[in-house]
C-alpha cells in the first residue's frame, strides 16, 4: 500500500516568510509525528499526535512553530517568520499503535513508518 | 537526563568484512529500542524493535541484540547495499509513548 506522503519536497523560503508543509499518513495509522533532520545531526522530535488525545508539543523549538492534524489524516506543520536556523529536512511518520501481553508484560507496538521528507531552505 | 550515543560515527567495510554497531543508552525506563536504515535523501526504514535485555531479533543480514545498557547492530557479510545510515532510537517510559530519543546514527559504507 501507498506509504506516507509529504509535500513539498523541496522548499527554498526567504528569512521571515511562513511555510507550511504538509504529510499525508498511512491509512488507518492513528499516530502521526513531525521531526527535524539538520545537516549531521540526529533525528530531533518535534510534536505528536495520537487519535482525539492532546497533542504532545514538547519538541516544538519555538512559538514559531505550530502543527495542525484533521482527525486522523492529513497533518501540516507551521512555521511563522522563517529564520535561518530553521533549515533542515523535516520528517513526519506514522503508526498504528496496538499492544499485547508477552510475558514481560504488556508490550506496546508504535513503529513508525517515516515519509521522503521536505527539505526547506531558509535564505 | 535521557541521552543515545551511537558508535562509531562512520564505519567503512569490505564486502563480506562482518562488523557490529554500537548503541548506548542512559534512560530512566526503557520502554523499547529501535533501529532504522537511512538512505541518503530518503527517510528512515524501520528495522527492528527490541524490548527487553537478552532479546535478539534478525532480518537477512542483519542481527539486533539489547542489554539492559546497550544495543548492537550486527552487521554479517556485509554487501554494498548494505551501505546507509543506521539510526538507534529509545522510547524511554518517562516519555510519552509516541516520543523516539535518536542518536546521530553511524554511517556504513561498504565497497566491493
Known amino acids: 500500500g501507498a506509504g506516507v506522503s509529504q509535500s513539498p519536497s523541496n522548499k527554498v523560503t526567504e528569512k521571515g516568510k511562513d511555510v507550511e508543509l504538509r504529510c499525508d499518513p498511512i491509512?488507518?495509522?492513528?499516530?502521526l509525528y513531525w521531526y527535524r533532520q539538520s545537516l549531521g545531526q540526529g533525528l530531533e522530535f518535534l510534536i505528536y499526535?495520537?487519535?482525539?488525545?492532546?497533542?504532545?508539543k514538547s519538541g516544538l523549538p519555538s512559538d514559531r512553530f505550530s502543527a495542525e492534524r484533521t482527525g486522523e489524516s492529513v497533518s501540516t506543520l507551521t512555521i511563522q517568520r522563517t529564520q535561518q536556523e530553521d533549515s533542515a529536512v523535516y520528517l513526519c511518520?506514522?503508526?498504528?499503535?496496538?499492544?499485547?501481553?508477552?510475558?514481560?508484560?504488556?508490550?506496546?507496538?508504535?513503529?513508525?513508518?517515516f515519509g521522503p521528507g521536505t527539505r526547506l531552505t531558509v535564505l | 537526563e535521557d541521552q543515545v550515543t551511537q558508535s562509531p560515527e562512520a564505519l567503512r567495510l569490505q564486502e563480506g568484512e562482518s562488523s557490529s554497531l554500537n548503541c548506548s543508552y542512559t534512560?530512566?525506563?526503557?520502554?523499547?529500542l529501535f533501529w532504522y536504515r537511512q538512505d541518503p535523501g530518503k527517510g528512515p526504514e524501520f528495522l527492528f524493535t527490541l524490548y527487553s535485555a537478552g532479546e535478539e531479533k534478525e532480518k537477512e543480514r542483519l542481527k539486533a541484540t539489547l542489554t539492559k545498557k546497550e544495543s548492537f547492530l550486527h552487521i554479517t557479510a556485509p554487501k554494498p547495499e548494505d551501505s546507509a545510515t543506521y539510526l538507534c532510537?529509545?522510547?524511554?517510559?518517562?516519555?510519552?509513548?509516541?516520543?523516539?530519543?535518536f542518536g546521530a546514527g553511524t554511517q556504513v559504507v561498504v565497497t566491493p
Open positions: 532510537a529509545v522510547q524511554p517510559k518517562t516519555d510519552s509513548w509516541g516520543k523516539l530519543q
Open positions: 491509512s488507518g495509522h492513528t499516530a
Open positions: 511518520a506514522s503508526s498504528l499503535v496496538s499492544s499485547r501481553w508477552r510475558t514481560s508484560g504488556l508490550e506496546y507496538y508504535n513503529e513508525q513508518f
Open positions: 499526535f495520537q487519535g482525539n488525545s492532546a497533542p504532545d
Open positions: 534512560v530512566s525506563g526503557l520502554r523499547g
